[in-house]
C-alpha cells in the first residue's frame, strides 16, 4: 500500500525558508509524477508544483515560481520542496501526492480541485508565514 508522509512545516516570517519532504514507501516510485500542492483555509486546494520521480522534469505554479524548487532523492524515496522567500499568502497545509499514470501536467491541472487526477495523498503539513 502506498503511503505519502509529509514533514517539515512550522511558523516562519515572511522572507524566510522551510523545506518540506515527503517520504514515499509501498511501491516503487520510479517515473511516478509527483507533485505538492497546497490548500488555504477557506480556499480550494491548488497546485504547487510538480515532478516526475527522478527526473529534472518540474513544473510550478505562477505564484511560486523562482521561490520554490522541487527535487527527489531516489535513494530516500523522498520528494522535497525548498521553499524561499516565503509570503503570508503562502500559509496553507502543503500535500504531496502521487501517480502511476503518466499525464501531463497541464491535463492535471485541468482537472482541478480535489485531487487534480493525482491517486495517492499524503495527509499534509501546516506551513504558516506571519508577516
Known amino acids: 500500500q502506498v503511503q505519502l508522509v509529509e514533514s517539515g512545516g512550522g511558523l516562519v516570517q515572511a522572507g524566510g525558508s522551510l523545506r518540506l519532504s515527503c517520504t514515499a514507501s509501498?511501491?516503487?516510485?520510479?517515473?511516478?509524477?509527483m507533485g505538492w500542492f497546497r490548500q488555504a483555509p477557506g480556499k480550494e486546494r491548488e497546485f504547487v508544483a510538480g515532478?516526475?520521480?527522478?527526473?529534472?522534469?518540474?513544473v510550478y505554479a505562477d505564484s511560486v515560481k523562482g521561490r520554490f524548487t522541487i527535487s527527489t532523492d531516489n535513494i530516500k524515496t523522498t520528494m522535497y520542496i525548498q521553499m524561499n522567500s516565503l509570503k503570508p499568502e503562502d500559509t496553507a497545509v502543503y500535500y504531496c501526492?502521487?501517480?502511476?499514470?503518466?499525464?501531463?501536467?497541464?491535463?492535471?491541472?485541468?482537472?482541478?480541485?480535489?485531487?487534480?487526477?493525482?491517486?495517492?495523498w499524503g495527509k499534509g503539513t501546516l506551513v504558516t508565514v506571519s508577516s
Open positions: 509501498g511501491r516503487a516510485f520510479s517515473g511516478y509524477p
Open positions: 515532478i516526475r520521480w527522478s527526473t529534472t522534469n518540474t
Open positions: 501526492a502521487a501517480d502511476p499514470v503518466a499525464r501531463p501536467w497541464g491535463e492535471r491541472i485541468a482537472r482541478g480541485p480535489p485531487n487534480y487526477g493525482m491517486n495517492y
